[in-house]
């Protein structure tokens, strides 16, 4: 059995639903689903922490999942 893995935003104590990499080459951002491993270079969040996600000028997200609702 897996454990569940939490947002790598602190403080936040939320289920990861999907996981954050960048391409520097590219200047891309990109939202995908949950990896099977923590990833040293990447980032696990939930969806209300990847729904707010901003990128440096000059660069883009790039979303490949379907977020659920956001928290209230």
């Known amino acids: 059995m897996q454990k569940v893995r939490h947002c790598s935003r602190q ?3 939320h289920e990861a639903t999907v996981t954050l990499s960048y391409s520097y080459a590219d200047s891309t951002a990109t939202i995908g689903p949950l ?3 923590r990833e040293p ?3 696990d969040l939930c ?3 990847a729904a707010r996600l901003t990128a440096p000028q000059g660069w883009r ?3 490949t999942v379907e977020l659920k ?3 209230t």
């Open 11 to 13: 403080t936040c104590q």
């Open 35 to 37: 990896s099977e491993y």
């Open 41 to 43: 270079h990447a980032y």
């Open 47 to 49: 969806d209300y922490h």
């Open 61 to 63: 997200v790039v979303y």
């Open 69 to 71: 609702a956001e928290r």
